[in-house]
């Protein structure tokens, strides 16, 4: 099995790219992709729209000059609303389509409540049988690229809270993208995931929290740009997320797949100084797991 440490990369959102507007400042692609290969990181996540090019060739060379490749991408859909079925199918296979010929093996869907992110509330049991059952249309369209789907649990989505993950792993077989901040966030603890649903786990997403500026999101108080703004995130081990411990249950099971550190962050005073910024938080968080994590791991 490939080391631990070799499985670990970075998403663009850990520099700050986000297509929310107001969210920060955009760094230029060719310094975010050469911060990533400069940590030695050669896969990435493709980022929000006008990062990376918007055909699969031109996203191959881009990444190419970097030594990196595509694994995937974060992938909203519309799953729980039959009248959105064949507008959910269409993206699907859009994405599908884009990921296979951009050599990426993985959809990370995420089930909005809407296209444009309305608030989510809690699923019928007839919401949640569409759900399933488009869960499941959605791995078809992936067997059918080569890729596979792995389901992003996250807030002001329709699987958010703890109740909302429990009810999905017992309707549906869909694999998991473990995102240990926002399983947390939404109150499911995420070594307890990672022991309890091992066998769903098919892509991971390594952020820390701090749950102190968690009520004010979960009560709509405060919205994800904004808190994530108020430092909701913080670098790997600096938070109340028990981040060695999902490594070691993930580990300790087989796990084989990457680690990527999706530390959202947010640039509200403009573009930092090179060797400054996102790249300082996320050498921060990837030394917390060669140094901290990677050592607990051989002692095992």
């Known amino acids: 099995m490939t080391p631990f440490v070799d499985r670990i990369a970075s998403a663009p959102i850990s520099w700050g790219i986000c297509e929310v507007p107001g969210w920060g400042a955009m760094l230029p692609t060719p310094r975010v992709l050469a911060e990533m290969s400069g940590l030695g990181m050669t896969v990435t996540e493709l980022g929000a729209p006008g990062f990376l090019p918007d055909d699969a ?12 490749s595509l694994v995937g991408g974060f992938t909203p859909l519309v799953v729980h609303d039959a ?13 599908a389509t884009l990921f296979q010929q951009a050599g990426a093996s993985l959809i990370i869907s995420s089930p909005v409540a809407t296209w444009d992110w309305a608030q989510p509330h809690p699923a019928t049991a007839e919401e949640l049988a569409t759900m399933a059952r488009m869960f499941r249309i959605v791995d078809e369209i992936c067997e059918e690229h080569g890729l596979r789907q792995v389901l992003h649990s996250h807030v002001q989505t329709m699987v958010e809270t703890d109740e909302d993950v429990q009810r999905v792993l017992d309707t549906c077989d869909v694999n998991w993208c473990l995102d240990t901040g926002h399983l947390a966030i939404g109150g499911t603890d995420p070594v307890a995931f990672a022991k309890e649903a091992f066998d769903r786990v098919g892509h991971v997403h390594l952020k820390d929290v701090d749950l102190s500026k968690v009520g004010p999101l979960v009560r709509r108080e405060r919205s994800i740009m904004q808190s994530v703004q108020d430092g909701l995130f913080t670098p790997l081990g600096q938070g109340d997320v028990d981040i060695a411990g999902v490594v070691e249950a993930l580990e300790s099971r087989g796990y084989d797949g990457l680690y990527i550190i999706e530390q959202d962050t947010a640039l509200t005073d403009g573009l930092p100084a090179e060797g400054e910024g996102p790249l300082v938080e996320v050498t921060t968080s990837l030394d917390y797991l060669t140094q901290t994590v990677a050592p607990r791991l051989a002692g095992a």
């Open 57 to 68: 060739v031109g996203v191959r060379d881009e990444l190419a000059q970097y030594g990196m």
């Open 83 to 95: 009248a959105q079925e064949q507008a959910t199918i269409a993206e699907a296979r859009r994405v």
